[in-house]
């Protein structure tokens, strides 16, 4: 979630989307807090700076697609380290997780009705709280709590987390016009 971009904005209310706990001790010239609008330490500072402020990182997929004997996946797809196939592009594939990993986004894409979200790097399976996507125009938040299926193995080099949500109804429409194989899709992970 991004801060609000107008009306009375909190010391804590910035601390919380840096990743503080609400209540908790903290200044304004904390790295966490700082690095949400990249100000240097001991930086002059107003609070409006930080109106929609988000600690989310970005990015964007150009899609593409593979069909096997008996599923299809469409969106993005790397693990050629696992000596697997590969389509599509990210624009950049670094993540940097809650407790400060560093990690790779290695796919994002659905097969059906599941979507598919994974992480190369070690765990904690708990590296991030919410990935949200806008499908055909809507925003939809998927929390990591709410997945209907976590993989975790280390065969590799390293171990991968995979994380998957059973979409329906409207969710499952909106993210099957946009997750078609062709276009762009934009998310971003909190």
Not at 62 to 87: H, L, P, Q
């Amino acid at each position: 979630m991004a801060l609000q971009t107008s009306g009375a904005i909190s010391l804590n209310d910035i601390h919380v989307e840096a990743g503080g706990s609400s209540g908790t001790n903290c200044t304004i010239n904390d790295s966490d807090i700082r690095g949400l609008i990249s100000k240097a330490s001991g930086a002059t500072m107003s609070f409006n700076e930080w109106y929609g402020a988000s600690a989310a990182q970005s990015y964007t997929i150009t899609e593409g697609s593979s069909c096997g004997t008996y599923v299809c996946r469409y969106g993005f797809y790397d693990a050629r380290w696992k000596g697997n196939t590969y389509f599509g592009s990210i624009n950049s594939t670094s993540f940097t997780d809650k407790y400060g990993n560093s990690r790779t986004i290695w796919q994002l894409n659905r097969v059906g009705a599941t979507l598919y979200f994974a992480l190369r790097g070690r765990d904690p399976q708990d590296a991030f709280d919410t990935l949200t996507v806008t499908f055909n125009g809507n925003v939809y938040n998927f929390a990591r709590t709410s997945t209907s299926g976590v993989s975790t193995s280390s065969p590799f080099s390293e171990n991968w987390i995979e994380y998957r949500w059973d979409t329906s109804g409207t969710t499952q429409s909106d993210m099957s016009a946009q997750l078609n194989g062709s276009g762009t899709t934009s998310f971003s992970v909190s």
